[in-house]
């Protein structure tokens, strides 16, 4: 069976997500969502464990279990060779287990109402938490981040290449009394947070310039959801 080879993102999505940004868990729950889209891109209707459709008055929407501590669920749809990605949730937002009987009409409006209004590719979070340029680096929401504050990271990264005060900051020493070898890495570090940096200020750019309806699988999970 062919899989998908688009997404819609909803703002509803990214708004669930954001919720869990500060859990330990996070970069789990984000791996098992990229997961999730690689498995249907290789087979839309291949059956998983812990992800499924619901067949009765939720019937055409789908559901992947994202982590069971915290209890985290994605809602979604697919639609041809499109992969609708609606919400994030846990099992109370929907019947399960012969509870929350009254929630299905609300939930399928909701995710109905996001889909509808489209997608949005990045929801340019505010707040970016990092200390290292290492973390900056690797960080996952740097391509979600909004342009403001790519600069504000921008401006540090550029900062430290000139003092060290991060550096001083962590280690209680100056970078300039290290030994060579040490100086080396941690300016070439910065260097690459720097461009990395730029790129996901280059993506964001050309985001928002295409007013795309939708994004290629591979955009997604690389460098998306990386």
């Not at 789990?28 to 889209?37: D, H, M, W, Y």
């Amino acid at each position: 069976m062919a899989g998908i080879t688009h997404l819609t993102i909803t703002q509803l999505f990214w708004d669930t997500l954001e919720e869990y940004r500060g859990h330990k868990r996070y970069p789990e729950i984000r791996g098992k969502i990229a997961r999730c889209v690689e498995q249907r891109a290789r087979d839309r209707n291949a059956l998983i464990n812990g992800d499924g459709r619901f067949v009765d008055v939720l019937v055409g929407i789908w559901h992947c279990k994202l982590s069971t501590n915290p209890d985290v669920v994605m809602f979604y749809t697919l639609e041809g060779s499109t992969m609708n990605l609606a919400m994030v949730g846990t099992h109370h937002d929907y019947p399960h287990q012969g509870k929350n009987g009254g929630k299905a009409a609300g939930l399928l409006k909701k995710i109905e109402n996001a889909i509808g209004r489209g997608h949005v590719g990045r929801p340019g979070w505010q707040r970016l938490k990092w200390k290292t340029p290492e973390e900056i680096i690797k960080h996952p929401d740097l391509h979600q981040t909004s342009m403001d504050e790519l600069e504000h990271v921008m401006c540090l990264l550029e900062a430290e290449l000139d003092d060290a005060p991060i550096y001083r900051s962590l280690y209680d020493r100056d970078l300039i009394d290290e030994e060579e070898e040490t100086v080396f890495e941690w300016l070439a570090t910065v260097d690459k947070a720097l461009e990395v940096v730029r790129q996901a200020q280059a993506a964001v750019r050309a985001e928002h310039r295409s007013q795309r309806q939708s994004m290629r699988v591979e955009e997604f999970t690389a460098p998306v959801f990386r």
